[in-house]
Protein backbone atom coordinates (compact mmCIF):
# COMPACT_ATOMS: atom_id res chain seq x y z
CA UNK A 1 0.00 0.00 0.00
CA UNK A 2 2.73 2.36 0.82
CA UNK A 3 4.58 1.73 -2.49
CA UNK A 4 0.91 2.38 -4.10
CA UNK A 5 0.78 5.32 -2.22
CA UNK A 6 4.21 6.45 -3.03
CA UNK A 7 3.74 5.65 -6.57
CA UNK A 8 0.95 8.05 -6.80
CA UNK A 9 3.14 10.92 -5.74
CA UNK A 10 4.71 10.69 -9.33
CA UNK A 11 1.65 9.41 -11.29
CA UNK A 12 0.56 12.85 -9.99
CA UNK A 13 3.05 14.66 -11.71
CA UNK A 14 3.92 13.09 -14.81
CA UNK A 15 -0.19 13.05 -15.53
CA UNK A 16 -0.29 16.50 -14.63
CA UNK A 17 2.81 17.48 -16.82
CA UNK A 18 2.28 15.61 -19.67
CA UNK A 19 -1.54 14.72 -20.39
CA UNK A 20 -2.54 17.35 -19.07
CA UNK A 21 -0.25 20.32 -19.66
CA UNK A 22 2.27 18.94 -22.87
CA UNK A 23 -0.98 18.21 -24.54
CA UNK A 24 -2.24 22.18 -24.79
CA UNK A 25 -5.97 20.77 -24.96
CA UNK A 26 -5.45 17.53 -27.12
CA UNK A 27 -7.38 14.68 -25.11
CA UNK A 28 -10.72 14.56 -22.33
CA UNK A 29 -7.88 15.33 -19.42
CA UNK A 30 -6.16 17.95 -21.28
CA UNK A 31 -9.20 19.72 -22.08
CA UNK A 32 -11.14 18.98 -18.29
CA UNK A 33 -8.02 20.60 -16.94
CA UNK A 34 -6.64 23.37 -19.11
CA UNK A 35 -10.46 24.53 -18.43
CA UNK A 36 -9.63 24.77 -14.56
CA UNK A 37 -6.63 27.08 -15.54
CA UNK A 38 -9.00 28.87 -17.97
CA UNK A 39 -11.70 29.12 -14.91
CA UNK A 40 -10.11 28.23 -11.48
CA UNK A 41 -13.94 27.64 -9.64
CA UNK A 42 -14.43 24.94 -12.82
CA UNK A 43 -13.57 21.44 -11.14
CA UNK A 44 -14.00 18.24 -13.36
CA UNK A 45 -17.14 16.74 -12.63
CA UNK A 46 -17.62 13.40 -10.18
CA UNK A 47 -17.82 11.28 -12.98
CA UNK A 48 -15.16 12.05 -15.10
CA UNK A 49 -13.15 11.34 -11.87
CA UNK A 50 -14.29 8.31 -11.32
CA UNK A 51 -13.95 7.45 -14.64
CA UNK A 52 -10.43 8.06 -14.22
CA UNK A 53 -10.54 6.12 -11.46
CA UNK A 54 -11.62 3.62 -13.64
CA UNK A 55 -9.05 3.69 -15.52
CA UNK A 56 -6.44 3.97 -13.20
CA UNK A 57 -7.06 0.73 -11.98
CA UNK A 58 -7.48 -1.15 -15.17
CA UNK A 59 -3.97 -0.22 -16.03
CA UNK A 60 -2.64 -0.28 -12.48
CA UNK A 61 -4.01 -3.77 -10.99
CA UNK A 62 -3.23 -5.98 -13.87
CA UNK A 63 0.39 -4.48 -14.85
CA UNK A 64 1.23 -5.18 -10.87
CA UNK A 65 -0.58 -8.27 -10.42
CA UNK A 66 1.29 -9.84 -13.56
CA UNK A 67 4.73 -8.51 -11.87
CA UNK A 68 3.90 -9.73 -8.25
CA UNK A 69 0.77 -11.48 -8.00
CA UNK A 70 -2.61 -10.61 -7.11
CA UNK A 71 -2.27 -9.90 -3.16
CA UNK A 72 0.57 -7.30 -3.46
CA UNK A 73 -1.40 -6.13 -6.96
CA UNK A 74 -4.41 -5.25 -4.63
CA UNK A 75 -2.74 -3.72 -2.15
CA UNK A 76 -0.95 -1.28 -4.35
CA UNK A 77 -3.85 -0.64 -6.17
CA UNK A 78 -5.68 0.51 -2.62
CA UNK A 79 -2.80 2.70 -2.10
CA UNK A 80 -2.83 4.58 -5.67
CA UNK A 81 -6.19 5.03 -5.18
CA UNK A 82 -6.20 6.04 -1.83
CA UNK A 83 -3.59 9.07 -2.73
CA UNK A 84 -5.35 9.62 -5.89
CA UNK A 85 -8.55 10.76 -3.81
CA UNK A 86 -6.81 12.35 -0.99
CA UNK A 87 -4.90 14.30 -4.17
CA UNK A 88 -8.38 15.26 -4.99
CA UNK A 89 -9.64 16.92 -2.28
CA UNK A 90 -6.37 18.57 -1.16
CA UNK A 91 -6.10 19.74 -4.86
CA UNK A 92 -9.65 21.60 -4.00
CA UNK A 93 -8.90 22.78 -1.01
CA UNK A 94 -6.31 24.52 -2.00
CA UNK A 95 -8.91 26.47 -4.19
CA UNK A 96 -11.24 26.65 -1.62
CA UNK A 97 -10.18 26.91 2.00
CA UNK A 98 -7.64 28.61 3.88
CA UNK A 99 -4.12 26.75 5.26
CA UNK A 100 -4.26 25.55 8.27
CA UNK A 101 -0.75 24.75 8.78
CA UNK A 102 2.53 24.94 7.00
CA UNK A 103 2.29 22.48 4.63
CA UNK A 104 -1.26 23.77 3.72
CA UNK A 105 0.58 26.92 2.87
CA UNK A 106 3.16 25.19 1.01
CA UNK A 107 0.86 23.72 -1.01
CA UNK A 108 -1.34 26.55 -1.77
CA UNK A 109 1.64 28.77 -2.34
CA UNK A 110 3.21 26.35 -4.57
CA UNK A 111 -0.38 25.66 -6.77
CA UNK A 112 -1.19 29.24 -6.84
CA UNK A 113 2.47 29.75 -8.33
CA UNK A 114 1.67 26.71 -11.02
CA UNK A 115 -1.65 28.54 -11.73
CA UNK A 116 -0.93 32.15 -11.82
CA UNK A 117 3.17 32.32 -12.38
CA UNK A 118 4.12 29.47 -14.55
CA UNK A 119 1.50 27.03 -15.71
CA UNK A 120 4.59 24.94 -16.95
CA UNK A 121 6.72 24.56 -13.54
CA UNK A 122 5.34 22.89 -9.96
CA UNK A 123 3.04 20.08 -11.55
CA UNK A 124 3.43 18.43 -7.55
CA UNK A 125 -0.02 19.34 -5.72
CA UNK A 126 0.36 17.29 -2.56
CA UNK A 127 4.66 16.90 -3.11
CA UNK A 128 7.41 18.62 -4.33
CA UNK A 129 9.26 15.86 -4.91
CA UNK A 130 9.12 15.02 -8.49
CA UNK A 131 9.40 18.85 -9.62
CA UNK A 132 12.73 18.70 -8.02
CA UNK A 133 13.80 15.69 -9.40
CA UNK A 134 13.26 16.90 -12.95
CA UNK A 135 14.21 20.98 -12.30
CA UNK A 136 10.71 22.07 -12.82
CA UNK A 137 10.00 23.53 -8.69
CA UNK A 138 10.01 27.41 -8.64
CA UNK A 139 10.45 28.56 -4.68
CA UNK A 140 6.80 30.56 -5.23
CA UNK A 141 7.82 33.68 -3.32
CA UNK A 142 4.98 36.34 -3.60
CA UNK A 143 2.50 34.83 -5.79
CA UNK A 144 0.86 37.83 -7.58
CA UNK A 145 -2.83 36.92 -8.32
CA UNK A 146 -5.09 38.51 -10.63
CA UNK A 147 -8.07 40.00 -8.57
CA UNK A 148 -10.56 37.90 -10.73
CA UNK A 149 -9.13 35.03 -10.34
CA UNK A 150 -8.18 34.65 -6.81
CA UNK A 151 -9.73 32.30 -3.98
CA UNK A 152 -12.27 32.73 -1.89
CA UNK A 153 -10.01 32.56 1.31
CA UNK A 154 -7.13 35.02 0.21
CA UNK A 155 -9.57 37.68 -0.12
CA UNK A 156 -11.46 40.04 2.74
CA UNK A 157 -14.59 41.71 2.29
CA UNK A 158 -13.09 44.56 0.09
CA UNK A 159 -11.77 42.51 -2.09
CA UNK A 160 -7.92 42.83 -0.49
CA UNK A 161 -5.64 39.98 0.35
CA UNK A 162 -6.27 39.78 3.96
CA UNK A 163 -4.04 40.74 6.00
CA UNK A 164 -2.61 37.22 7.23
CA UNK A 165 -1.42 36.27 3.57
CA UNK A 166 0.22 39.31 2.52
CA UNK A 167 3.60 38.13 2.65
CA UNK A 168 3.11 35.50 0.56
CA UNK A 169 0.18 36.62 -2.19
CA UNK A 170 -0.79 40.12 -3.86
CA UNK A 171 -3.35 41.13 -6.37
CA UNK A 172 -3.55 43.01 -9.65
CA UNK A 173 -6.05 44.04 -11.94
CA UNK A 174 -10.29 44.02 -11.51
CA UNK A 175 -11.87 41.75 -9.07
CA UNK A 176 -14.53 41.10 -12.23
CA UNK A 177 -13.83 39.95 -16.18
CA UNK A 178 -15.51 40.88 -18.93
CA UNK A 179 -16.30 38.31 -21.81
CA UNK A 180 -13.17 39.54 -23.85
CA UNK A 181 -11.09 38.74 -20.40
CA UNK A 182 -12.71 35.25 -20.49
CA UNK A 183 -12.20 34.24 -23.96
CA UNK A 184 -8.28 35.31 -23.30
CA UNK A 185 -8.21 33.77 -20.53
CA UNK A 186 -8.94 30.68 -22.11
CA UNK A 187 -6.65 31.26 -24.74
CA UNK A 188 -3.81 31.68 -22.46
CA UNK A 189 -4.55 28.69 -20.71
CA UNK A 190 -4.81 26.60 -23.66
CA UNK A 191 -0.74 28.02 -24.26
CA UNK A 192 0.08 26.98 -20.87
CA UNK A 193 0.70 30.87 -20.25
CA UNK A 194 -0.49 32.41 -17.10
CA UNK A 195 -3.19 34.11 -17.14
CA UNK A 196 -2.44 38.22 -17.80
CA UNK A 197 -3.14 40.18 -14.85
CA UNK A 198 -4.80 43.31 -16.34
CA UNK A 199 -4.48 46.73 -14.34
CA UNK A 200 -0.80 45.84 -13.55
CA UNK A 201 -0.18 49.49 -12.93
CA UNK A 202 -2.97 49.30 -9.88
CA UNK A 203 -2.24 49.71 -6.52
CA UNK A 204 -1.03 46.17 -5.61
CA UNK A 205 -3.04 44.48 -2.01
CA UNK A 206 -1.08 45.70 1.24
CA UNK A 207 2.51 44.07 1.72
ZN1 LIG B 1 -5.79 24.04 -9.45
ZN1 LIG C 1 -2.14 22.58 -14.10
Redesign the pocket.
Known sequence: MLIGAASWTAAEYGLHRFLMHELRGRGLASVEHLK??AD?TYFSPASKKLASAAVTTAVAYPTTSALAGRRWATAFTAGLLSMYFGYEVA??R??THPPRNRYGRWARRS?MH??FGAPMRNFG?TSPVWDKVFGTYDDPGVVAVPRRMAPVWLLDETGEVMAEFADDYLTKGPRCADANQLDRDRVDAFANLAPVATGAHDRPGPG
Do not use: K
Open positions: HHVHRTHHHHV
